[in-house]
């Protein structure tokens, strides 16, 4: 059964989103990853193809449901960085904006009453729920190791890169 345009267009609008979260992430790994903090360069990599999980997964959905898939146009994401403090505030906030766009998409379906889409954005929202706070527990150990805009290196560093390096190893 296809899906109402405008949920379409909403669906389309998500991949996009998606890819553009992939493509900062990569943007951040590769910052990070230049200025030796290979561990945390590692960890935005993996976050980087989990949104592009998150892309296809809308992407099949469209296709499931007989509508046509649109590629858009993704924006260039930013490519310099203060600090690795700040590469991972801003992956939070990535996080934060991509939740409220999953959550007003589910209001679209239930507008439509789209029981089926509706499912699909549960799932996503319990995603972006555990994305937002595996985001926040990072910047909360950046908080108790001290690592600031200003005092980024040294130890504390260091083994945060370290520990952040261990995902999915």
Do not use: C
């Amino acid at each position: 059964m296809k899906m109402h345009e405008e949920l379409v267009q909403s669906f389309n609008d998500a991949v996009k989103k998606e890819l553009e979260s992939a493509y900062k992430y990569e943007s951040m790994a590769l910052w990070l990853r230049y200025h030796n903090l290979d561990g945390m360069a590692h960890w935005m990599h993996l976050q980087a193809e989990e949104e592009l999980e998150h892309a296809v997964k809308f992407r099949e959905y469209i296709e499931l449901r007989g509508n046509r898939v649109r590629l858009m146009a993704i924006q260039e994401p930013k490519g310099d960085y203060k600090s690795a403090l700040e590469t991972f505030e801003d992956g939070l906030h990535a996080e934060i904006a991509v939740t409220q766009w999953v959550l007003s998409m589910r209001e679209l379906a239930i507008k439509h009453k789209d029981e089926g889409a509706v499912l699909l954005l549960d799932w996503f929202i319990r995603e972006q729920e555990a994305e937002e706070n595996t985001a926040q527990s990072i910047l909360d150990k950046f908080t108790l190791a001290g690592i600031t805009h200003e005092t980024h290196h040294g130890a504390a560093i260091y083994l945060l890169d370290k520990e952040l390096g261990a995902r999915g190893k």
